[in-house]
């Protein structure tokens, strides 16, 4: 595939990069808001279903650090590392999202909150570097999600069978 | 790009949620019409046209084991819906589920204060 996308419109240069997940949560932005700015929040929704998480340091100001550790329901840890570069109470929160810090790979998401009705609408946007860098991010989240009994287990272990190559 | 005919595209197979319940069921190991059915509850007629569908797109195959056909896992056909979803969207998907769940929670721990 072609990586120059010459002639597409700008809209739709970085959709192949590009991930962008939104929800309407039934509460004022501020509380919203506030989920995002304390680890004693942060630990207690961080990660998919069965996730917990174990926390080294955090510092919830522009150019402060959560180091964490990610423990999966099949007792795998993974490293993290956030550091936020943005941070507009109650409006929005850019981060930068990593396995530590130096992560040549991390990558930036931004975090918008906007009120709908008395609800709020919670959008995360991440624009990847490079396609090569989404399709890393997708893989290593492919990773995280392992061990799980849903459907995404059988996705892993679809891609097990692939990798080994299925006999018989 | 056309659009794929339903039976020829893992996409449409997997939308229809009792052959996803029969894909979860056959990870465990192959097993005949019959025990899906029961295990589903739904009539073998209807379980074994789930699973035609499921073998023309490629996510079922099936052999014949003495007197019985057994159905098993082809997950080589769930590739492309495997790479399509991501686990990243996953990811901040189920993460949004639970900031909902503890939300709630501290709204309602708001007012009752």
């Known amino acids: ?168 | 790009m056309a659009r794929a005919a339903t039976t020829s595209d893992a996409f449409n197979a997997i939308a229809e949620p009792q052959r996803r319940d029969i894909l979860v069921l056959l990870r465990a190991g192959e097993r005949p019409v019959t025990d899906l059915a029961q295990e589903l509850g739904m009539t073998q007629p209807r379980a074994s046209k789930h699973l035609r569908v499921l073998r023309e797109v490629g996510l079922v195959r099936d052999r014949k084991a003495g007197k019985q056909r057994l159905y098993g896992l082809d997950a080589r056909g769930l590739r492309p819906v495997h790479e399509w979803t991501g686990g990243f969207e996953r990811f901040w998907n189920e993460s949004f589920d639970r900031l909902d769940a503890y939300v709630q929670d501290l709204k309602q721990a708001g007012q009752e204060e």
């Open chain 1, 1 to 168: 595939m072609s990586a120059t996308g010459r002639g597409a419109p700008a809209r739709s240069a970085t959709a192949d990069r590009e991930i962008v997940i939104s929800r309407v949560i039934d509460a004022p932005r501020e509380l919203v808001f506030e989920a995002f700015t304390e680890v004693r929040h942060l630990s207690r929704w961080w990660g998919p279903d069965g996730f917990t998480t174990t926390t080294q340091s955090f510092e919830f100001r522009v150019g402060g650090e959560w180091d964490f550790v990610m423990h999966g329901p099949d007792g795998t840890d993974y490293t993290e590392w956030i550091s936020w570069t943005e941070i507009t109470p109650p409006e929005r929160i850019a981060l930068l999202h990593g396995e530590s810090r130096g992560d040549p790979n991390a990558f930036e998401s931004v975090l918008t909150f906007e009120p709908d009705g008395t609800a709020t609408r919670i959008e995360m946007r991440t624009v990847f570097p490079t396609k090569e860098l989404r399709d890393e991010a997708v893989e290593r989240y492919h990773a995280i999600e392992g061990g799980r009994q849903t459907l995404s287990n059988l996705a892993d272990y679809v891609t097990e069978v692939v990798r080994t190559g299925a006999e018989g």
